[in-house]
């Protein structure tokens, strides 16, 4: 069998790919172990091991034998270890948005930097700044799923799709360039392809978690990439939509018509990023005491007239400012609950309607639908809502989990098992559809537009309370910005 393994954010989870079918095993981060923009090293190993335990007793009790592995798992995060891979940092994940002020500073350095605090650009010149004792030339900065790798095989790796996702980075040369920012280029690990081995098992730490050596582990990529994979994801114009505590949208390319690369051969991806959809959705619920069967008896076919921004840690795509928050706009005294509820559900879509337009600018997304995967793929209501809005017709995937069923794939592809389309045609299955009602089509137009535009009327209101909350010291950790 074939293992595909999930670093997730909240939780990891790994597809078996079997000669019968497919097989999910899912598990928990250690209780006690911070998260919202940092995990402790420790405790993450502790539970990666565990989890990985749990695969290697699957494949004795069943006698399935593992033939190859791969990892996917979140960004923009990073870890720094020194020459005997010994952390040196805690995981600083995609959450954090503290580099604001390197982010600032890259937009001086680099022509046509646009990214912010959260980037993995901002994440490591915030390290060099403040950290500068650390880095030498025998440092490594390593993504989540990278450290994994290097725990169970000894070797540093980057996969080449993850490293062209960054400006420090020059996709014609293969090489790393990090300006006049002062980083050390030796910072960077090992570039290899996706679907190359990046080592074989046979550590101590991979001993332990029950795997035997010499199983090939291949070198996966970016959750949302391996996502693409695991939806289906392979020709040009073949969109997805992968929603969970955030949401990507991408858009298959042919290789050269984008600048980020897909994980398989011949392949490029549009990517567009939101960072609070599903945690919108879950924030609510818990503020409100929601149980999911009031969700799922929500009337999706009815606009409600008020306007909710999804940006409870600031926003990616389409806004990109970290200082951005969430906002209700339109509440009167006769709105209740439900209305509250709606108009998440609404915002998140409105939302992924800007990132379609976006990624699937050229394409004939339209014709083919977009493919849904992730938790949010299991919200029929949600599902509605977003093909109401959009005006697409939504495919829900049977396998939700569709980032590790990717790596599973690749892992498959990378051990020569077959062609990607022919592993994608042997482990990728449709769930049911969803049809946009268009009932309320100019209805959904309007709100859209106010929706798009309301931003920018409230953005320099919520920068100025951002630099409230942080001298306030109450809402963010870590220093404070003016």
């Not at 706009?329 to 209740?336: I, K």
């Not at 953005?459 to 109450?474: M, P, R, Y």
Request: aromatic share 10%; hydrophobic share 35%.
């Amino acid at each position: 069998m074939y293992v595909g393994i999930d670093i997730g954010t909240g939780s990891l989870k790994a597809v078996l790919g079997l000669k019968s079918g497919t097989h999910t095993i899912t598990g928990q981060y250690a209780k006690d172990m911070p998260g919202s923009g940092y995990y402790k090293v420790d405790l993450f190993c502790k539970s990666v091991l565990t989890f990985i335990g749990k695969i290697s007793d699957f494949s004795r009790k069943t006698g399935e034998k593992i033939e190859g592995i791969s990892l996917c798992g979140h960004g923009p995060s990073i870890i720094l270890i020194d020459n005997r891979g010994n952390p040196l940092t805690d995981i600083v994940t995609w959450q954090d948005s503290s580099a604001v002020r390197s982010a600032d500073e890259l937009k001086t350095i680099i022509a046509g930097f646009t990214k912010d605090g959260t980037s993995y650009e901002a994440k490591l010149l915030k390290l060099f700044t403040e950290r500068n004792d650390l880095f030498s030339d025998e440092i490594k900065a390593l993504y989540p799923k990278d450290y994994v790798i290097f725990l169970l095989t000894g070797r540093t790796v980057i996969d080449f799709a993850t490293a062209s996702a960054l400006t420090f980075f020059e996709t014609g040369s293969w090489l790393f360039n990090t300006h006049s920012t002062g980083i050390p280029i030796s910072v960077f690990p090992e570039i290899v392809n996706s679907w190359d081995e990046a080592g074989r098992t046979g550590t101590e730490y991979s001993r332990n978690s029950g795997l035997v050596d010499d199983i090939p582990v291949i070198a996966g990529g970016i959750d949302a990439w391996c996502e693409a994979l695991g939806a289906g994801a392979i020709e040009d114009g073949v969109m997805v939509d992968g929603s969970g505590t955030s949401t990507c949208i991408t858009c298959c390319r042919m290789e050269d018509s984008s600048k980020l690369y897909h994980i398989i051969p011949e392949r490029s991806l549009d990517i567009e990023t939101m960072s609070s959809t599903g945690a919108s959705i879950a924030w609510l619920m818990d503020l409100l005491h929601i149980d999911f069967t009031e969700i799922k008896k929500i009337n999706s076919f009815v606009p409600v007239p008020i306007i909710y921004l999804p940006y409870l840690d600031g926003e990616r795509s389409p806004v990109w400012d970290e200082r951005a928050s969430a906002s209700f706009t339109g509440v009167v005294s006769e709105n209740g609950r439900e209305d509250l509820i709606k108009s998440v559900l609404q915002g998140v879509s409105f939302g992924t309607k800007q990132c379609v337009e976006l990624a699937g600018k050229g394409s004939e997304y339209t014709g083919s639908g977009i493919r849904a995967v992730g938790g949010g793929a299991n919200n029929k209501v949600l599902l509605q809502y977003k093909a109401n809005i959009t005006g697409i017709r939504y495919i829900a995937m049977k396998e939700t989990d569709a980032a590790p069923l990717g790596a599973m794939i690749l892992a498959a592809f990378g051990c020569g098992e077959g062609s990607i389309k022919d592993l994608v045609d042997r482990w990728i299955k449709v769930n049911y559809e969803v049809v946009p009602d268009n009932t309320y089509r100019e209805v959904w137009d309007q709100l859209f537009i106010i929706y798009t535009d309301h931003y920018f009327r409230i953005k320099e209101a919520n920068h100025s309370l951002f630099k409230i909350k942080n001298k306030l010291g109450k809402y963010r950790k870590g220093e404070f910005y003016e």
